[in-house]
């Protein structure tokens, strides 16, 4: 009887140890998971306008600042006559706010920089309020092109300087919705509010 006992526990430890991971990577990742969650409900709404680009560079860090204002812009409600500032979304761009130092283009020239790669959610944003026809009252292109949106199509943002402001000139709410999959960004201007939490 013992030995049964013995061996019922070692099984189930066994499985628990298996299945750990699972979990680990699962409580790991919830900023993906959320992505995904909200890929689905947005695609169920009316949607105004959408864009997506390609992120060519898979730095981890650059990645980790791409997601962190994905997370910030996303579920932004902009409503009748008001105005979507992506500087007021994102915050600003420190390492207090979990931004990372990342390339970014400086006087045309390529540096580094706290916060590189968040040009990529604005020009997504960006793209997608064009899109949608709506009147976009701040916007600034890059020194040079990116090779991630069409020449003049992009949005460049620097906090406190440079800023992307989009204004809803609908008569309804309107709902930015950001994420990242497949190695792109993605942006949806919806008209229905969508809890993601």
Not at 83 to 111: C, H, L, M, Q, W
Not at 171 to 181: A, P, R
């Amino acid at each position: 009887m013992k030995i049964i006992l013995i061996v019922a526990i070692a099984i189930l430890t066994g499985c628990a140890a298996r299945n750990q991971p699972i979990a680990q990577k699962q409580r790991a990742n919830p900023l993906e998971n959320r992505f995904f969650r909200q890929k689905e409900l947005v695609e169920k709404e009316t949607v105004l306008g959408e864009a997506s680009t390609n992120i060519l560079d898979q730095g981890k860090n650059r990645v980790q600042n791409i997601k962190i204002a994905c997370e910030k812009t996303s579920g932004v409600e902009v409503k009748a006559g008001e105005t979507f500032s992506f500087n007021s979304s994102t915050g600003e761009r420190n390492e207090e706010n979990g931004y990372k130092n990342a390339p970014v283009i400086v006087d045309g020239e390529k540096s580094y920089g706290v916060g590189g790669g968040v040009c990529q959610v604005s020009t997504t944003i960006y793209l997608a309020a064009l899109n949608s026809n709506l009147s976009v009252t701040e916007h600034h292109n890059h020194s040079e092109p990116v090779a991630y949106a069409p020449s003049g199509k992009d949005a460049t943002v620097v906090y406190g300087v440079k800023d992307l402001k989009i204004r809803n000139n609908t008569d309804k709410s309107i709902y930015i919705y950001t994420w990242i999959e497949n190695e792109k960004v993605f942006a949806k201007i919806i008209k229905k509010s969508i809890d993601i939490q």
